[in-house]
């Protein structure tokens, strides 16, 4: 080779340390040490016979001779996560990945997943859960649940339901705890998920209703916020899509037939630079097959 490729280990960690200007964010990303990448850096020096950081008291910084290589490997990296991305979904053409919130998925789509494998027998659909928004770049990932407006630049979205907020509680809470007012909240335990916390707010704005509860239990995610709920221990505020089932059995209870529109949606998003497999094309006429049957295709629970 005229011109040789240097080790590519330590190439591969250097750009993680530059990218992210911190060899200890490089470890969290490549899953080793910070020693580890240390040495990893040191070998490329050594091997190219320049220094590449400096070493300062509160953290790095690039060297000339670093910026450059920096410039010059940066898209080519990518450009292989983007080869490597493709070749895979090319060989896994009957696996989909989607990555979903825990809610949602406990919530919306698990109980609809039989209904598309009834359908598509041949589709492996591989179903995780994250709060944080994914990174199609550096993640596996088909597709994805993200809550918001739809208006991510990067990203096709399609709508899958709007979020409406209701109160819900159980139906003994309810008998035990009479709610005759919106004021009545005060006297009892107001429950909410730790990942959408101005859900109380916006639903009491709406009804035009301030009031500061002294008693509050807050919870990783909306689903054991319900299930808090259903045990008796306060007054959830809910996404009401996914409670539909249990208001309409009498599971639970909306002590305030008040909604609250927040104008947000829940959207399958994928990548707009990807062409869409036909695996990710047959899920998504699913899902609108769903979203125009009116109430989403909710099962009775």
Not at 1 to 18: Q, S, V
Not at 141 to 160: H, T, V
Not at 181 to 193: A, E, Y
Request: with cysteine.
């Amino acid at each position: 080779m005229k011109y040789p490729i240097p080790p590519l280990n330590p190439l591969r960690t250097f750009e993680a340390a530059a990218r992210l200007c911190s060899l200890t964010a490089a470890a969290d990303e490549l899953h080793v040490s910070q020693v580890a990448v240390s040495r990893q850096v040191k070998v490329l020096e050594e091997y190219l016979g320049v220094m590449l950081f400096r070493r300062l008291h509160r953290g790095i910084e690039l060297t000339r001779e670093g910026k450059e290589l920096y410039q010059g490997i940066a898209h080519a990296f990518q450009d292989i996560g983007h080869a490597a991305r493709q070749v895979s979904r090319r060989g896994r053409r009957n696996i989909l990945s989607i990555q979903s919130y825990t809610t949602f998925s406990q919530r919306w789509l698990i109980p609809r997943l039989a209904q598309f494998h009834d359908e598509n027998e041949n589709i492996e659909v591989r179903l995780t859960s994250s709060l944080l928004a994914t990174d199609f770049e550096t993640q596996n990932i088909d597709a994805a649940i993200r809550s918001g407006y739809g208006d991510w630049p990067d990203l096709n979205a399609e709508k899958l339901v709007d979020i409406e907020l209701i109160p819900i509680c159980s139906p003994t809470f309810y008998e035990t705890n009479k709610l005759p007012s919106h004021k009545d909240l005060s006297r009892v335990r107001m429950l909410q998920s730790m990942a959408r916390p101005q859900d109380w707010e916006r639903w009491m704005a709406s009804v035009d209703l301030s009031l500061n509860s002294t008693s509050e239990l807050r919870f990783d995610t909306s689903a054991l916020a319900y299930e808090a709920a259903s045990m008796n221990i306060g007054v959830a505020i809910a996404v009401k899509v996914f409670v539909e089932p249990q208001l309409k059995n009498g599971s639970f209870i909306a002590p305030f037939k008040e909604t609250c529109k927040t104008g947000e949606g829940y959207y399958l998003v994928w990548p707009r630079n990807v062409e869409p497999s036909q695996t990710l094309l047959k899920f998504l006429s699913w899902m609108r097959a769903l979203m125009n049957e009116g109430n989403g295709g909710i099962p009775e629970a």
